[in-house]
């Protein structure tokens, strides 16, 4: 392969150098659905805890089968201990599933007076937003990370690197917008509208708004409904008091994951369409300054068998196939065509890789050989950790 | 290959829901069952809702906008037409379309309230993307929404969200009725959630014979099931064929494939046989061994649902806009048997 100063062969990812190293305090796994980001983010956690490190795993939706394997049976919001972990040097693993419902509900109880917060759990479009709609989770991750973070190192919370696991969408990189939508919502002049219609119609409001604002709400309730709206209205103002606390923690997160300690590192399979998304990710966190640890390609198809070429195997395979020999020739045939099939595949999806690294030049990439079965013990995760970290 | 019974109701299905954990080929599949569709011949609305541009790099056509944009004429007469549908867009055209907005639409814009019902609101996005379709499928070839006109569209298939969002995605409609107890937004809630829960709406799962995809399709097989949605038909895709037979594959599983007679058949058709390349071949009709165990048993907790299942095979070269027509020929008999020519004609 030419390498020239432009075509660069891409750096390779040192998964253990960026676990062991105490600098590290947050490796956030993001990429499209399906490309094994939980499971990536799972063994990496017990890599590193079994290598020292004291960690929490937060995960967004794991398959039942990987929840188990890290000893979480239902959503409870809160970090567990993992046990049956080497803790030989020292470390210690906990895990958790986020619930966004009630780490909203946290939030609220936190923040707001206390006969305001009941106002806000029993509200209608309270419910609905922080159960059931799309988009909440992304808040809630971020949220939650922010906790994991501000407890860190404490009895209760003693770890010292956070693994994050991020929402299976394309909007898993919504949060880097949320600072900034909540601070042109908080500064917009449509909140003070909504939180307080009667004030904005009067003296005050007349100035600022002139004679839209009539319209303007009157068009609302057309629209919405008279109910709708004062239960939008309700909601609004009730968070009001609150939201200049999200505001700032959204900030103090956004800080967070902007500093030296975090690690964005992307996740996608062999395939054209998810090393499509990863580049859309790569070139989001690059666009925000987030800093990038690398690309993990996983499931690359093992080859075990060397020294045969793909069209040296088919043409073998045929030539036993027309002798029309014993059921070993058939057999014979069978396993040099599975091979071909294997090193083909392997090749396709190494180029698939290679042609990222070109558009990406100087992005670390690790691939990871495929496992046979889906992982669904500790074992598992370890053997998925050691080919993270290459060995 | 298809298996299981077809749902009568399917003749009068119209609109397509397909969704899939995500990996599995979904915009693949929507698309070869827009092409299938529209051998019929007919008129078909391929739709996509996550702004990923995934029906245009299928197609090999310009990115799509907010305008629909024809992507495909069949011989036959049938036609796909592609949209990506964008949220402010919708809910622009909606407010013309039902209220006359005018002055007070720009007043919205102005006030910022068009930027939080699309962005900052959580939930509306999905209304509005799903109210766009609702629209694609009421308005006639005259492009107004009532009267005797034939419908604009034959069928529309719709490149959904993933199983893990299509639940939630295909009820915030009945959510939004629940909290706007009354007025325009109400009726039009329960008319959208009439539509999706009505015979004329089918919802079908795409998966790979892994472990975890189908553990999510049965999951929200449950989940369609329990929300008064039909399931349609599950489509597995990429399946590779064994390439031993059942008495040979058993061998290879025990370790148990006969060496010597390998390495003779192998130097009987000229191939240099040293131990790595046949302890190789043999570990590697272990793994194919286990694997095609692994894809028997998913296959058969699918079939176990009842519901059709359509098997697409693995396209050795990846995707392309001729390789999905060879897909959409495989689509035909279950959901277009009676078409007159063949889509790969």
């Known amino acids: 392969m030419s390498a020239g100063p432009i075509a660069r062969r891409a750096p390779a990812l040192d998964v253990d150098a960026l676990i062991d190293d105490p600098a590290t305090e947050i490796v956030v796994c993001c990429g499209s659905g399906g490309v094994g980001k939980t499971?990536?983010?799972?063994?990496?956690?017990?890599?590193?805890?079994?290598?020292?490190?004291?960690?929490?795993?937060?995960?967004?939706?794991?398959?039942?089968?990987?929840?188990?394997?890290?000893?979480?049976?239902?959503?409870?919001?809160?970090?567990?201990?993992?046990?049956?972990?080497?803790?030989s040097r020292g470390?210690?693993?906990?895990?958790?599933?986020?619930?966004?419902?009630?780490?909203?509900?946290?939030?609220?109880?936190?923040?707001?007076?206390?006969?305001?917060?009941?106002?806000?759990?029993?509200?209608?479009?309270?419910?609905?937003?922080?159960?059931?709609?799309?988009?909440?989770?992304?808040y809630m991750a971020m949220e939650k990370l922010g906790q994991l973070k501000a407890t860190a190192g404490t009895a209760d919370a003693p770890w010292d690197l956070i693994v994050v696991d991020t929402p299976p969408s394309r909007s898993a990189l919504d949060f880097l917008d949320a600072p900034n939508r909540l601070g042109s919502f908080l500064d917009g002049r449509f909140i003070r509208l909504l939180a307080a219609p009667a004030k904005a119609g009067g003296r005050a409001g007349l100035k600022v708004f002139g004679v839209g604002v009539h319209l303007m709400t009157s068009t609302m309730a057309k629209i919405l409904g008279g109910q709708m709206l004062t239960d939008v209205q309700t909601f609004v103002n009730a968070l009001d008091t609150m939201f200049g606390g999200f505001r700032e923690r959204a900030d103090e997160t956004y800080r967070l994951l902007s500093e030296k300690g975090t690690a964005f590192l992307v996740v996608a399979a062999?395939?054209?369409?998810?090393?499509?998304?990863?580049?859309?990710?790569?070139?989001?966190?690059?666009?925000?300054?987030?800093?990038?640890?690398?690309?993990?390609?996983?499931?690359?198809?093992?080859?075990?068998?060397?020294?045969?070429?793909p069209s040296r195997a088919l043409a073998a395979a045929e030539s036993l196939e027309d002798g029309g020999g014993p059921k070993s020739a058939t057999n014979a045939a069978g396993l040099l065509r599975l091979h071909a099939t294997l090193v083909r595949t392997a090749e396709r999806q190494r180029e698939l890789a290679e042609r990222?690294?070109?558009?990406?030049?100087?992005?670390?990439?690790?691939?990871?050989?495929?496992l046979g079965r889906d992982v669904h013990d500790l074992d598992g995760l370890r053997q998925v950790g050691s080919a993270l970290a290459g060995s | 290959m298809t298996t299981g019974r077809i749902d009568p109701t399917w003749a009068?299905?119209?609109?397509?829901?397909?969704?899939?954990?995500?990996?599995?080929?979904?915009?693949?599949?929507?698309?070869?069952l827009a092409l299938a569709l529209a051998s019929a011949p007919a008129h078909v609305l391929?739709?996509?809702?996550?702004?990923?541009?995934?029906?245009?790099?299928?197609?090999?056509?310009?990115?799509?906008?907010?305008?629909?944009?024809?992507?495909?004429?069949?011989?036959?007469?049938?036609?796909?037409?592609?949209?990506?549908?964008?949220?402010k867009a919708a809910l622009l055209e909606y407010l013309q379309l039902f209220y006359k907005l005018g002055r007070a639409g720009r007043l919205l814009e102005k006030f910022g309230a068009i930027d939080f019902a699309t962005t900052i609101a959580p939930g509306v996005r999905d209304v509005l993307l799903i109210g766009k379709i609702y629209e694609a499928n009421r308005r006639r070839r005259d492009g107004r929404h009532k009267g005797d006109a034939a419908p604009a569209y034959d069928a529309l298939v719709l490149d959904a969200p993933p199983t893990g969002r299509i639940?939630?995605?295909?009820?915030?409609?009945?959510?939004?009725?629940?909290?706007?107890?009354?007025?325009?937004?109400h009726s039009q809630a329960e008319a959208i959630t009439r539509l999706l829960k009505s015979g004329q709406t089918v919802v079908h799962l795409v998966t790979l014979l892994e472990d975890m995809p189908v553990q999510e399709t049965l999951e929200s097989i449950d989940e369609l099931h329990?929300?008064?949605?039909?399931?349609?038909?599950?489509?597995?895709?990429?399946?590779?064929?064994?390439?031993?037979?059942?008495?040979?594959?058993?061998?290879?599983?025990?370790?148990?494939?006969?060496k010597p007679s390998l390495r003779t058949q192998l130097a009987e058709v000229g191939v240099k046989v040293t131990p790595e390349l046949v302890a190789g071949l043999l570990d590697e009709a272990r793994d194919h061994a286990q694997r095609v165990d692994l894809e028997r048993e998913q296959l058969a907790l699918l079939e176990a649902t009842g519901l059709p299942i359509v098997q697409l095979p693995a396209l050795p070269g990846g995707v392309d806009s001729g390789s999905v027509r060879e897909l959409a020929d495989l689509l035909l008999p279950l959901f277009a048997p009676e078409a007159t020519d063949r889509v790969d004609a």
């Open chain 1, 91 to 138: 470390g210690s693993l906990h895990a958790m599933m986020l619930d966004m419902k009630r780490t909203f509900d946290e939030v609220v109880i936190a923040h707001a007076e206390p006969d305001k917060a009941e106002q806000i759990l029993a509200n209608p479009f309270y419910q609905a937003v922080s159960s059931s709609f799309a988009g909440t989770q992304e």
């Open chain 2, 167 to 185: 639940g939630r995605f295909l009820s915030v409609n009945a959510e939004v009725a629940d909290l706007a107890r009354v007025g325009p937004i």
């Open chain 2, 226 to 258: 329990a929300k008064g949605l039909h399931p349609g038909a599950i489509v597995v895709n990429m399946v590779r064929e064994p390439l031993l037979d059942d008495t040979a594959l058993d061998q290879a599983r025990q370790g148990r494939l006969h």
């Open chain 1, 39 to 87: 499971t990536t983010a799972a063994a990496l956690g017990l890599r590193a805890a079994e290598s020292g490190r004291r960690v929490v795993v937060l995960t967004i939706d794991p398959a039942r089968r990987l929840a188990q394997s890290l000893g979480l049976t239902e959503l409870d919001n809160t970090p567990l201990p993992v046990t049956d972990i080497d803790t």
């Open chain 1, 356 to 370: 990222f690294s070109r558009s990406h030049p100087g992005i670390p990439v690790v691939q990871v050989p495929a």
């Open chain 1, 270 to 309: 062999p395939e054209r369409d998810a090393l499509r998304e990863a580049s859309y990710f790569v070139e989001r966190l690059e666009a925000d300054g987030m800093p990038l640890a690398g690309l993990v390609v996983n499931r690359i198809g093992r080859v075990s068998a060397t020294g045969i070429t």
């Open chain 2, 12 to 32: 009068r299905a119209r609109l397509h829901v397909v969704t899939g954990k995500g990996g599995t080929g979904k915009t693949t599949v929507a698309s070869a």
């Open chain 2, 46 to 87: 391929l739709s996509e809702v996550e702004g990923r541009q995934g029906i245009s790099q299928t197609f090999d056509v310009p990115p799509l906008g907010t305008d629909e944009t024809r992507i495909v004429r069949l011989p036959g007469g049938g036609e796909v037409v592609g949209l990506s549908v964008e949220p």
